[in-house]
């Protein structure tokens, strides 16, 4: 019975978090591993292999609990984007219409987003991870 006691007496301590409120502009800049052109990389890249410098700008404009959508923009295009916190209200996924993207948020107003877009889903492939900063 003491077992159970001290379990039940536990269980604040090892609740989950609350789902962090994401709703605002996050900007950022990397160097993406590009094949081909298109979409937020210039069109004159043909069909080579690139490592383009590229800034992002990701506004997130409404959340509902661990779901939430918004826009990623760089100077050539922009997209929709929706995504989902993971169970640990820290990291979880996004896809926009072409691709897919994981993320860690590390603090309050940091997070990784690590990028995926293969070859087949557009003019190009593309795989970049950039370190984003609230506004």
Request: neutral net charge; hydrophobic residues 40%; charged residues 20%.
């Amino acid at each position: 019975m003491k077992h159970i006691l001290f379990a039940i007496a536990l269980l604040p301590a090892v609740a989950l978090a609350e789902v962090p409120n994401i709703v605002g502009t996050w900007t950022g800049q990397t160097t993406a591993s590009v094949y081909g052109s298109g979409g937020h990389h210039p069109k004159d890249l043909g069909s080579a292999f690139n490592f383009r410098p590229i800034e992002m700008t990701y506004v997130f404009e409404q959340q509902k609990g661990r779901n939430f959508h918004g826009k990623l923009t760089s100077r050539a295009d922009s997209e929709i984007l929706v995504g989902t916190f993971s169970r640990d209200n820290k990291t979880g996924i996004m896809v926009d219409l072409d691709g897919r993207f994981s993320f860690d948020l590390y603090e309050t107003n940091k997070m990784e987003v690590c990028y995926g877009h293969p070859l087949g889903t557009g003019n190009n492939a593309v795989a970049a991870c950039i370190e984003l900063t609230r506004k």
